[in-house]
Protein backbone atom coordinates (compact mmCIF):
# COMPACT_ATOMS: atom_id res chain seq x y z
CA UNK A 1 0.00 0.00 0.00
CA UNK A 2 2.80 2.20 -0.20
CA UNK A 3 2.21 5.28 -1.79
CA UNK A 4 -0.96 4.58 -2.29
CA UNK A 5 -3.08 8.19 -2.03
CA UNK A 6 -5.93 8.62 0.25
CA UNK A 7 -8.52 12.11 0.20
CA UNK A 8 -9.50 12.49 4.22
CA UNK A 9 -12.77 14.75 4.17
CA UNK A 10 -13.63 16.07 7.66
CA UNK A 11 -14.07 19.26 8.99
CA UNK A 12 -13.32 17.78 12.83
CA UNK A 13 -9.05 19.15 12.74
CA UNK A 14 -8.70 16.52 15.43
CA UNK A 15 -10.35 13.76 13.22
CA UNK A 16 -7.89 14.96 10.36
CA UNK A 17 -4.77 14.97 12.37
CA UNK A 18 -5.37 11.38 13.58
CA UNK A 19 -6.72 9.49 10.53
CA UNK A 20 -3.74 11.80 8.10
CA UNK A 21 -0.94 10.16 11.20
CA UNK A 22 -2.43 6.39 11.55
CA UNK A 23 -2.58 6.09 7.31
CA UNK A 24 0.71 8.12 7.01
CA UNK A 25 2.84 5.73 9.25
CA UNK A 26 1.44 2.58 7.15
CA UNK A 27 2.64 4.28 4.25
CA UNK A 28 -0.02 5.91 2.87
CA UNK A 29 0.23 9.79 1.20
CA UNK A 30 -2.77 10.99 2.65
CA UNK A 31 -4.17 14.79 1.49
CA UNK A 32 -7.36 16.47 3.36
CA UNK A 33 -10.04 18.54 2.96
CA UNK A 34 -12.31 20.36 5.22
CA UNK A 35 -15.55 21.01 2.83
CA UNK A 36 -17.03 19.59 -0.37
CA UNK A 37 -15.89 22.26 -2.51
CA UNK A 38 -12.17 21.50 -0.92
CA UNK A 39 -12.95 17.46 -1.60
CA UNK A 40 -14.32 18.45 -4.81
CA UNK A 41 -10.87 20.17 -6.00
CA UNK A 42 -8.96 17.43 -4.74
CA UNK A 43 -10.56 14.52 -6.44
CA UNK A 44 -9.61 16.04 -9.62
CA UNK A 45 -6.42 14.74 -8.43
CA UNK A 46 -7.44 11.63 -8.89
CA UNK A 47 -6.53 9.93 -4.90
CA UNK A 48 -7.05 5.86 -4.81
CA UNK A 49 -9.41 6.32 -2.19
CA UNK A 50 -11.69 8.72 -0.01
CA UNK A 51 -12.28 8.63 3.29
CA UNK A 52 -15.67 11.02 3.90
CA UNK A 53 -17.41 12.27 6.64
CA UNK A 54 -21.08 13.35 6.08
CA UNK A 55 -21.13 15.95 8.21
CA UNK A 56 -19.47 18.73 6.08
CA UNK A 57 -20.27 22.63 6.40
CA UNK A 58 -21.30 23.44 2.69
CA UNK A 59 -22.98 20.52 1.44
CA UNK A 60 -24.48 16.55 2.60
CA UNK A 61 -21.86 14.02 2.59
CA UNK A 62 -24.76 11.96 0.59
CA UNK A 63 -25.31 15.28 -2.31
CA UNK A 64 -21.05 14.73 -2.05
CA UNK A 65 -20.98 10.71 -2.71
CA UNK A 66 -23.19 11.47 -5.32
CA UNK A 67 -21.45 14.01 -7.32
CA UNK A 68 -18.37 12.25 -7.08
CA UNK A 69 -19.74 9.00 -8.48
CA UNK A 70 -21.04 10.90 -11.51
CA UNK A 71 -17.19 11.53 -12.46
CA UNK A 72 -15.09 8.93 -10.62
CA UNK A 73 -15.12 5.72 -9.20
CA UNK A 74 -13.08 5.57 -6.72
CA UNK A 75 -13.45 3.80 -3.52
CA UNK A 76 -15.39 6.00 -0.55
CA UNK A 77 -15.10 5.31 2.75
CA UNK A 78 -17.94 7.30 4.78
CA UNK A 79 -16.44 7.81 8.66
CA UNK A 80 -19.44 9.56 10.34
CA UNK A 81 -20.92 10.10 13.53
CA UNK A 82 -24.67 9.44 12.00
CA UNK A 83 -24.97 5.97 13.22
CA UNK A 84 -28.43 5.67 11.93
CA UNK A 85 -29.91 2.95 9.48
CA UNK A 86 -31.12 5.53 7.00
CA UNK A 87 -28.14 7.33 6.97
CA UNK A 88 -25.86 4.07 6.33
CA UNK A 89 -28.56 2.79 3.73
CA UNK A 90 -28.80 6.41 1.87
CA UNK A 91 -24.49 6.16 2.11
CA UNK A 92 -24.13 2.85 0.61
CA UNK A 93 -27.32 3.12 -2.01
CA UNK A 94 -25.55 6.63 -3.58
CA UNK A 95 -22.00 4.72 -4.11
CA UNK A 96 -20.30 4.41 -1.09
CA UNK A 97 -18.60 1.31 -0.43
CA UNK A 98 -18.78 1.12 3.55
CA UNK A 99 -19.52 2.69 6.61
CA UNK A 100 -17.62 3.29 9.71
CA UNK A 101 -19.12 5.48 12.73
CA UNK A 102 -17.40 7.28 15.05
CA UNK A 103 -16.17 6.62 17.54
CA UNK A 104 -14.15 4.47 15.45
CA UNK A 105 -10.90 2.35 16.42
CA UNK A 106 -7.63 3.12 14.31
CA UNK A 107 -6.77 -0.46 13.40
CA UNK A 108 -10.00 -1.40 12.07
CA UNK A 109 -10.46 1.92 10.07
CA UNK A 110 -6.74 0.92 8.37
CA UNK A 111 -8.14 -2.84 7.48
CA UNK A 112 -12.11 -1.54 5.90
CA UNK A 113 -8.92 0.77 3.47
CA UNK A 114 -7.10 -2.25 2.69
CA UNK A 115 -10.28 -3.95 2.26
CA UNK A 116 -11.80 -1.53 -0.31
CA UNK A 117 -8.12 -0.69 -2.35
CA UNK A 118 -7.82 -4.51 -2.88
CA UNK A 119 -11.85 -4.61 -4.32
CA UNK A 120 -10.80 -2.01 -6.40
CA UNK A 121 -7.85 -3.62 -7.67
CA UNK A 122 -9.93 -6.46 -8.62
CA UNK A 123 -8.19 -9.11 -6.37
CA UNK A 124 -11.66 -9.88 -4.63
CA UNK A 125 -12.15 -11.76 -8.11
CA UNK A 126 -9.93 -14.78 -6.94
CA UNK A 127 -12.37 -17.94 -8.00
CA UNK A 128 -11.82 -20.01 -4.45
CA UNK A 129 -12.68 -18.20 -0.92
CA UNK A 130 -10.78 -19.10 2.08
CA UNK A 131 -11.63 -17.80 5.67
CA UNK A 132 -11.33 -20.05 9.08
CA UNK A 133 -12.93 -23.53 8.08
CA UNK A 134 -14.94 -22.47 5.35
CA UNK A 135 -13.80 -22.09 2.04
CA UNK A 136 -16.03 -21.49 -1.30
CA UNK A 137 -14.90 -22.47 -4.82
CA UNK A 138 -16.63 -20.32 -6.63
CA UNK A 139 -16.09 -21.66 -10.16
CA UNK A 140 -17.25 -25.57 -8.95
CA UNK A 141 -19.74 -23.43 -6.73
CA UNK A 142 -18.81 -26.05 -3.87
CA UNK A 143 -18.76 -25.09 -0.32
CA UNK A 144 -16.28 -27.16 2.64
CA UNK A 145 -16.49 -26.35 5.91
CA UNK A 146 -13.71 -28.03 8.38
CA UNK A 147 -12.63 -29.71 5.18
CA UNK A 148 -16.61 -31.37 4.88
CA UNK A 149 -18.50 -30.39 1.80
CA UNK A 150 -21.58 -28.89 2.76
CA UNK A 151 -24.43 -28.81 -0.09
CA UNK A 152 -26.41 -25.77 -0.49
CA UNK A 153 -29.37 -25.09 -2.75
CA UNK A 154 -28.58 -22.69 -5.92
CA UNK A 155 -30.08 -19.92 -4.25
CA UNK A 156 -28.54 -20.18 -1.54
CA UNK A 157 -25.01 -20.37 -3.51
CA UNK A 158 -26.05 -17.59 -5.42
CA UNK A 159 -26.47 -15.27 -2.11
CA UNK A 160 -23.32 -16.70 -0.47
CA UNK A 161 -21.41 -15.59 -3.66
CA UNK A 162 -22.59 -11.99 -4.17
CA UNK A 163 -21.34 -12.36 -0.39
CA UNK A 164 -17.95 -13.52 -1.77
CA UNK A 165 -17.33 -10.72 -3.98
CA UNK A 166 -17.94 -8.02 -1.72
CA UNK A 167 -15.95 -9.59 1.16
CA UNK A 168 -15.47 -7.75 4.31
CA UNK A 169 -18.44 -5.05 2.89
CA UNK A 170 -21.81 -4.69 3.74
CA UNK A 171 -24.04 -5.41 1.02
CA UNK A 172 -27.42 -3.69 1.67
CA UNK A 173 -30.45 -5.86 1.71
CA UNK A 174 -32.15 -4.63 -1.23
CA UNK A 175 -28.67 -5.28 -3.43
CA UNK A 176 -28.66 -8.75 -2.35
CA UNK A 177 -32.33 -8.57 -2.76
CA UNK A 178 -31.82 -7.48 -6.35
CA UNK A 179 -28.79 -9.39 -7.40
CA UNK A 180 -30.24 -12.95 -5.87
CA UNK A 181 -33.93 -12.69 -6.91
CA UNK A 182 -34.20 -10.10 -9.49
CA UNK A 183 -34.45 -6.29 -10.02
CA UNK A 184 -38.39 -6.10 -9.13
CA UNK A 185 -37.40 -7.34 -5.56
CA UNK A 186 -36.52 -4.91 -3.11
CA UNK A 187 -38.85 -4.74 -0.09
CA UNK A 188 -39.02 -8.49 0.14
CA UNK A 189 -36.98 -8.94 3.52
CA UNK A 190 -38.02 -11.73 4.76
CA UNK A 191 -37.12 -13.94 1.93
CA UNK A 192 -33.62 -12.47 2.70
CA UNK A 193 -33.66 -13.14 6.37
CA UNK A 194 -35.15 -16.64 5.25
CA UNK A 195 -32.23 -17.73 3.54
CA UNK A 196 -29.58 -16.34 5.57
CA UNK A 197 -31.24 -18.67 8.55
CA UNK A 198 -30.65 -21.20 6.63
CA UNK A 199 -27.23 -20.18 5.10
CA UNK A 200 -25.96 -19.40 8.41
CA UNK A 201 -27.14 -23.31 9.85
CA UNK A 202 -24.66 -24.71 7.08
CA UNK A 203 -21.85 -22.58 7.14
CA UNK A 204 -21.54 -21.20 10.17
CA UNK A 205 -20.69 -23.90 13.78
CA UNK A 206 -22.76 -21.58 16.05
CA UNK A 207 -25.59 -19.36 13.81
CA UNK A 208 -26.79 -17.70 16.92
CA UNK A 209 -23.21 -16.51 17.41
CA UNK A 210 -22.18 -16.54 13.66
CA UNK A 211 -17.92 -15.92 12.98
CA UNK A 212 -18.69 -15.32 9.24
CA UNK A 213 -21.79 -13.88 7.81
CA UNK A 214 -22.66 -10.99 10.26
CA UNK A 215 -25.56 -8.98 10.55
CA UNK A 216 -25.55 -4.69 9.77
CA UNK A 217 -28.77 -4.18 11.39
CA UNK A 218 -31.07 -2.37 9.39
CA UNK A 219 -28.95 -2.17 6.30
CA UNK A 220 -27.59 -5.62 5.42
CA UNK A 221 -24.93 -8.51 5.96
CA UNK A 222 -21.46 -8.72 5.87
CA UNK A 223 -19.04 -11.44 5.07
CA UNK A 224 -15.99 -11.54 6.94
CA UNK A 225 -12.53 -12.87 5.71
CA UNK A 226 -10.15 -14.22 8.54
CA UNK A 227 -8.33 -10.89 9.18
CA UNK A 228 -11.41 -8.86 10.13
CA UNK A 229 -12.96 -11.78 12.42
CA UNK A 230 -13.29 -10.38 15.73
Same mark, same amino acid.
Given at each position: ???? =?? +???????????? #??????????????????????????????????? +????? %?????????????? %??????????????????????????????????????? =?? %???????????????? %?????? #???? =?????????????????????? #???????? #?????????????????????????????????????????????????????????????
Amino acid at each position: MSGT =RV +LVVDDEPAILRT #VEANLGRRGFDVDTARTAAEAMTRAEEEPDLIVLD +LGLPD %RDGIDLIRAIRQRW %RTPIIVLSVRDGERDKVRALEHGADDYLTKPFGVEELVA =RV %RVALRHAAGLPGERVF %RSGDLV #VDVE =RRRVFVDDEEVRLTPTEFSLLE #VLVHNADR #VVTDARLLQQVWGPEYGDEDHYLHVYVARLRKKIERDPQNPRHLRTEPGVGYRLLTETTQR
